[in-house]
C-alpha cells in the first residue's frame, strides 16, 4: 500500500470474524489505531492479531465504539441490531456499515442501514460493498487488477471518511451510488457476486469492477 492517510484515527471493528482480522490487518497496517469490539471470550484469533500490531487491541464492543471516531459494522444483517443497541451515544461519530448480503428486511427494519440509524441516531451513516471475495479484499490491488468499493448514504462526510479509508486499504476506486433510497441497488451487486462465487462455484477470487475508456 503505497499510499497512507494524512491523519490517524481511532477505527472500531465490530462484526463478523473472517472480515474483522481482514479490515483490521488493512488499517493497522496503514497506520491507524485499531479496536477490534467482541463478545466476550469470542476469538482466538483476534487475540493473535493484536499481538502481532502494536496499534490494535481487542476489547468489549462498547470500549470500542467510546474510544472511536468512526466505527465499522462488518456483521451479518441477523446481528446488526444487537450490536448497534451495544454502541451507546454515538450520535456523532460515522458509521461504516459493511453488513453483507442484505437480501431481506432486518427485523422491522427495511435494511441494515436504516437500523443502524433507527437505533443509535448517528447521522454519519454510510453503507459499502466491497464488490470482491475476502481473498481479495485482503489484497484488493493484485498485479493488473483494480478492486472497486461501492457506497449508499445521504451523509456526505461519512462517504468522505469511506473514500480515505478505501485509499488506505488499497481499493482502486470508491463508486457512490447515491442515497439510503440505493442500498438495494447494493444488495442486487452482492446477489449477483453470491452467485458466481458460490452458486457457480468459481471461488472467492472474484470482483465486480467499473471499466472507463
Do not use: W
Not at 8 to 27: C, D, F, H, P, Y
Not at 191 to 198: D, V
Amino acid at each position: 500500500m503505497g499510499y497512507k492517510a494524512f491523519a490517524t484515527m481511532n477505527i472500531a471493528i465490530i462484526g463478523n470474524e473472517k472480515m474483522t482480522s481482514v479490515l483490521a490487518q488493512g488499517l493497522a497496517l496503514a497506520g491507524h489505531e485499531v479496536f477490534i469490539g467482541i463478545k466476550e471470550n469470542q476469538s482466538i484469533l483476534l487475540d493473535f492479531l493484536a499481538a502481532e500490531f502494536d496499534n490494535l487491541s481487542v476489547v468489549t464492543i462498547e470500549e470500542a465504539a467510546t474510544i472511536a471516531d468512526i466505527i465499522i459494522m462488518a456483521t451479518v444483517p441477523e446481528d446488526v441490531r444487537e450490536a448497534a443497541y451495544l454502541l451507546d451515544d454515538v450520535r456523532k461519530k460515522v458509521i461504516i456499515d459493511l453488513s453483507f448480503m442484505n437480501f431481506s428486511r432486518t427485523g422491522n427494519y427495511l435494511n441494515t442501514l436504516n437500523a443502524i440509524k433507527a437505533i443509535t441516531g448517528s447521522l454519519y451513516i454510510v453503507k459499502g460493498f466491497s464488490a470482491s471475495g475476502f481473498e481479495l479484499a485482503a489484497c484488493p490491488v493484485k498485479d493488473d487488477s483494480e478492486i472497486n468499493m461501492f457506497i449508499v448514504g445521504d451523509s456526505k462526510k461519512a462517504k468522505e471518511m469511506v473514500k480515505l479509508l478505501a485509499r488506505d486499504l488499497g481499493y482502486a476506486s470508491c463508486h457512490d451510488f447515491g442515497g439510503s433510497e440505493s442500498v438495494a441497488l447494493l444488495d442486487e451487486m452482492a446477489i449477483c457476486h453470491h452467485h458466481l462465487s458460490h452458486g457457480q462455484q468459481r471461488g472467492e477470487k472474484i470482483s465486480i469492477r467499473i471499466l472507463k475508456n
